[in-house]
């Protein structure tokens, strides 16, 4: 009997030993993480609300977030963002401007050889002093200089292919910040699939047009003589003639006038259409300059039609894509370059249906 109560007690006196040093176990890790991160007790978040701390463990690799670069716009998303494409970015350069300033008037010279072989002119010309002219009459600043990052700028590229008749698109174009249409481009009778409204016309002197007061007229200068037509189109007239006739006087806000910067059409020439054809045509030229202005550009009215024709969609053609034959643009390549940057999700095209 002795032994049963003395075998009783151990037992007891073993579990009471256990459940003492386990609880002063408890007590001697709370102390030591107390005083091992006493800096960590009473951190809270940005918001507020209380942080909890866990202590690594030996061995423990902490790695460092990805760096987030801050975006260039707040569109879901930035097409100049950097780093979601690899193409894109090799070839992408935003610090040439696409339009031609006081502060970038002096081409550099390869740039002034390559923009003069264009179309070769007998006499030669002064192109800074004629330039300096013409920035007497029409801005000479760069609008597209400051780009804020909190505003989403959503641009329509208009081409004139015949794929646009039908298609139902002009609400959709008309919803964008940034209209841009080039050479003649009619909307008149055509507002249900090319729309109404235009921000920016591109055009060179042979297919020059008046446009309202609240439109953006971008001279394509391939000559010094088209500057000085502008140049005389805008106050004395006296230009009717450069290889065809042109409109001697031109109605146009000449606030909003801009030129086509030619480092930036040779800079297309050779990073993106890589020399293919004598020299990108007025469409590469506009798709190019709206990803370098505008945050999301879309493209409308490029490209053949549902039936492989690429007349103009306010006429019917019967030479039409006798174009893409003569050298000048290689329409095809071009064509690549587009499918590319919608792959790349650069730009959006929409087709014809």
Not at 3 to 30: A, D, E, G, H, K
Not at 126 to 140: A, H, P, R, V, W
Not at 299 to 327: C, I, L, M, P
Request: proline share 6%.
């Amino acid at each position: 009997m002795a032994s049963i109560r003395m075998r009783c007690s151990l037992r007891v006196w073993i579990l009471s030993t256990t459940i003492f040093l386990f609880i002063m176990s408890l007590f001697f890790t709370y102390s030591h993480n107390s005083t091992a991160y006493p800096e960590l007790t009473n951190w809270a978040s940005a918001d507020g609300h209380p942080v909890r701390f866990v202590p690594g463990y030996p061995g423990e690799r902490h790695r460092a977030p990805s760096p987030r670069l801050p975006k260039t716009c707040s569109c879901k998303h930035c097409l100049r963002q950097p780093g979601f494409s690899d193409w894109f970015d090799s070839h992408y350069d935003a610090s040439i401007s696409p339009v031609w300033t006081l502060e970038n008037s002096e081409l550099p010279l390869e740039v002034q050889h390559w923009w003069m072989m264009l179309q070769p002119q007998f006499k030669s010309h002064n192109t800074l002093e004629i330039l300096l002219q013409l920035f007497q009459i029409i801005s000479g600043h760069n609008p597209y200089k400051e780009q804020d990052p909190q505003t989403c700028q959503r641009c329509a590229v208009v081409g004139n292919s015949g794929n646009l008749r039908g298609s139902g698109y002009g609400k959709d174009i008309d919803g964008h910040d940034f209209i841009m249409r080039m050479n003649q481009a009619p909307t008149l009778g055509f507002e249900v699939d090319v729309g109404s409204q235009t921000t920016h016309h591109f055009m060179y002197p042979e297919s020059a047009k008046n446009l309202p007061a609240n439109v953006s007229f971008v001279l394509v200068p391939f000559k010094a003589l088209d500057l000085l037509w502008i140049t005389s189109a805008l106050s004395t007239g006296q230009i009717r003639f450069t290889y065809a006739p042109v409109k001697a006087f031109l109605r146009v806000d000449k606030e909003k006038v801009q030129i086509y910067n030619p480092a930036f059409f040779k800079y297309i020439h050779d990073r993106w259409t890589e020399h293919h054809g004598r020299y990108p045509s007025t469409g590469m030229l506009v798709l190019f300059f709206a990803l370098h202005v505008c945050d999301e550009v879309n493209v409308f009215g490029f490209g053949a039609d549902s039936r492989g024709n690429w007349h103009h969609y306010w006429e019917n053609n019967r030479y039409a894509g006798e174009f893409r034959k003569t050298g000048v643009h290689d329409a095809d390549f071009e064509a690549q370059i587009i499918d590319t940057l919608a792959r790349e999700e650069k730009i959006k095209v929409y087709r014809s249906t």
